[in-house]
């Protein structure tokens, strides 16, 4: 059935087509029974409870940042079995991203080719939506303690990662402010956060994973979380086009200053993996990050990179060209304590968690 559906979607633009059919889920979500049924189809049965990063997580796939960049979706996304959600990436200030057309998809590929640019409503309104999510759903509570939630009994709450990032106005100077106001702003509201330097979208952003950059942002919001009453976990989320030489600097840093964990990978600039065909159609559409199949190997390579030099003493979460229980298998066992889906769930349709886990 989704097949068919995914065919018909296919036919119009890529960013119009997200958005009507999410919220077409949210009006069929809205609706008490129907909602009922949908989470008794698509949430996971019987799979063990993953615990790493000091959270609990109902089951260990999530969907990346990049997909409900706003929080608006949340609900929707926990009917669909998802473990966790990362929303954003979140900036101060709200902005529109890039020019349209910027959503391209490479289906004899099974790829996306995006530069949205960070289009978010801004951290006020998102902080907004995120505290209405958590006083419905009952903050640190299972979700089986909500009312008319329609999820399995054994199931936990769905974990919610704040992925934060700089308006595109911001000099790198002074990226390290942007990030802060995110982190206190959002603060009471996620369970993690991702800090995200590596999207190839922001002109000048990746700079900042240069290890210096890196250490004055990750250690500033480490001093802003000690003067907090409850820990959040804090993670960097690093590109695929990292050279081993850089992937050491980022493991050094991340071990100095104790890091709680790293995402590997981000979208690649590079256009390697794809057919003669999609190539030249990448050709024509031009700049933005590459996702899906064909950054796989290497989104799998840069994960057991990490975690055999040091020894599975960072935790990870995987991303990158995940379809199947398979992919999502190799990439736990090359080292990742938890995986997320995004241009496989274009690709896979609304059942892609509870097939995954499933599989595990």
């Avoid at 049965?45 to 990063?53: D, L, M």
């Avoid at 991203?97 to 951290?123: E, T």
Wanted: aromatic share 8%.
């Amino acid at each position: 059935m989704y097949k068919l559906i995914r065919s018909i979607f296919f036919l119009f633009d890529a960013e119009k087509v997200h958005y009507f059919a999410m919220n077409g889920l949210k009006l069929l979500c809205s609706i008490g029974f129907v909602r009922k049924l949908m989470a008794a189809s698509f949430q996971p049965k019987a799979i063990p409870q993953y615990t790493t990063i000091n959270l609990n997580f109902s089951n260990p796939v999530g969907l990346a940042a990049g997909f409900d960049k706003n929080a608006k979706y949340l609900r929707e996304l926990e009917t669909l079995g998802f473990g966790f959600v990362e929303i954003g990436t979140v900036t101060p200030k709200p902005q529109a991203g890039n020019d349209k057309p910027r959503l391209f998809r490479l289906p004899k590929d099974k790829a996306i080719i995006n530069r949205m640019g960070f289009n978010n409503d801004g951290v006020e309104v998102v902080k907004r939506r995120l505290a209405d999510w958590n006083q419905k759903a009952g903050s640190h509570k299972p979700v089986a303690d909500s009312t008319d939630s329609g999820l399995q009994a054994n199931n936990y709450r769905l974990m919610i990662g704040g992925n934060i990032g700089k308006n595109k106005i911001t000099p790198n100077e002074d990226a390290w402010k942007d990030y802060e106001i995110c982190f206190n702003e959002l603060y009471e509201y996620v369970d993690y956060f991702v800090v995200n330097v590596s999207s190839p979208n922001t002109p000048g952003l990746r700079e900042l994973q240069e290890k210096e950059s890196l250490r004055k942002i990750l250690t500033h919001l480490q001093i802003l979380r000690s003067q907090k009453t409850n820990h959040k976990p804090i993670l960097l989320k690093i590109a695929p086009d990292l050279t081993n030489e850089q992937l050491d600097d980022v493991i050094d840093l991340a071990t100095e200053i104790k890091l709680d964990g790293l995402v590997a990978t981000n979208t690649t600039i590079s256009r390697e993996g794809l057919n003669e065909k999609s190539k030249v159609k990448s050709q024509k559409i031009g700049a933005g990050g590459l996702s899906g199949l064909p950054v796989k190997k290497r989104s799998t390579e840069v994960v057991q990179y990490i975690h055999q030099k040091t020894k599975g003493s960072i935790p990870i979460i995987a991303s990158g060209g995940i379809f199947t229980a398979a992919d999502a298998k190799e990439k736990l066992n090359a080292g990742a304590s938890l995986v997320q889906v995004w241009t496989g769930f274009i690709y896979e349709g609304p059942a892609i968690a509870k097939k995954i886990c499933k599989g595990l």
